[in-house]
């Protein structure tokens, strides 16, 4: 059987040559389109059912003021943020595993998820703070979270296997912290946390997507423009120097950029759990490609949490359950299967 060539040759108009992966060009493109037929399910989704058709006419300007208000108004808003945080988490794990060269490597082993949960939990239980003061602890200690990691496992630079055991230590301090700190909260502010806890697009709004629009048209680019460096990490530092890749520069620069993508994700959505692991595991094996699948990684994450929360919505009835419960379940069950796969390849 004749199989779709890995990747082919590009000429610019300015004649530089760049190679293709047809194949993950195939797979960007329909998780793409799979990702904006969720989001438009997803928008005619609720107590106020739109057809598809209303809603594409809608969006492009074309409905009534009830259709204008509802989907322009009160469904776009959370649909947008679904896609930039799963975009985000997706990318932010995609730069974890590639770093740490390990597919547990993502922020919700690493704790980056727990560090985030600190710093709204104590704005929520010690300061009774408003929801953008939420936002802003959890942004912070996530961006705190990540700094202690790194220094802790700094020795002449930052290696995979040191990074993820020194991760899932500090996991295991934040969350005895987080335990207590709900010890301590009264009966109001203590349901408050476990809402947040959670991870859920409910009453998501304009507020929370332009700082996410904005992060990512600037991070993104930033993230792209090291990839080259970051697949000749792979190969082992010693190689990436040799190559003239300045590679504690260029891991520092990228984990800088997965932690603010992590945490600002965090902040307007809460701990989406394992959209992180799970995203540049599957963007792999879709594209069969070797190194980080940067771009099918940050595509996969965001179809997966809007077509999470579109199940949400519609599987369970009138009971709709916040998105992190879902990606929970399933991504739980993905982890064990990967857990188990590479023990049988001896990996683990």
């Keep these: 059987m004749k199989t779709l060539s890995r990747s082919r040759a590009v ?12 194949r993950a060009l195939i797979v960007v493109v329909l998780l793409l389109a799979a990702a904006l037929a969720a989001g438009v399910a997803l928008i005619g989704t609720g107590d106020a059912k739109i057809p598809a058709s209303d809603v594409l006419e ?15 108004e009160l469904r776009l808003p959370r649909v947008l943020v679904g896609l930039l945080v799963g975009a985000s988490l997706g990318l932010g794990g995609a730069l974890f595993q590639a770093v740490s060269r390990n597919p547990l490597g993502s922020p919700d082993v690493l704790g980056l998820s727990q560090g985030s949960t600190a710093g709204a939990l104590v704005v929520i239980v ?10 802003v602890g959890a942004l912070i200690g996530g961006l705190v979270t990540g700094l202690a990691i790194y220094l802790l496992a ?6 995979g296997y040191r990074l993820v055991l020194v991760g899932i230590g500090v996991s295991a301090i934040v969350t005895a912290v987080n335990g207590y700190l709900l010890t301590k909260a ?25 700082p996410l629009l904005w992060l990512c048209a600037v991070l993104v680019p930033l993230v792209l423009a090291g990839a080259r460096g970051l697949r000749m990490m792979e190969m082992g530092d010693d190689v990436a120097n040799a190559l003239g890749v300045r590679v504690q520069r260029v891991r520092l620069v990228l984990m800088v950029c ?55 919505q519609r599987a369970f009835g009138a009971d709709q359950l916040p998105v992190g419960v879902v990606t929970g379940v399933l991504g739980g069950g993905y982890l064990l299967w990967l857990l188990v796969t590479e023990r049988r390849a001896g990996r683990i």
């Design 11 to 22: 000429r610019t108009p300015g004649g530089l040559s760049l190679r293709l992966d047809v």
């Design 58 to 72: 809608t969006l492009a300007g074309n409905g009534t003021a009830y259709q204008d208000f509802i989907v322009n």
């Design 126 to 135: 010690l300061m009774s703070g408003s929801a953008t003061q939420v936002t």
């Design 154 to 159: 700094w020795k002449q630079g930052v290696h």
């Design 186 to 210: 009264d009966l109001v502010d203590a349901a408050r946390a476990v809402v947040w806890m959670t991870g859920s697009l409910n009453g998501r709004d304009w507020e929370q997507v332009w």
């Design 258 to 312: 997965a932690v603010l993508l992590t945490a600002t994700a965090t902040a307007a959505a809460g701990p989406v759990s394992f959209v992180a692991l799970t995203a540049p595991q599957l963007a792999r094996r879709l594209t069969r490609s070797p190194g980080p699948n940067l771009v099918p990684s940050l595509c996969m994450g965001a179809t997966l949490l809007v077509t999470a929360d579109w199940a949400s």
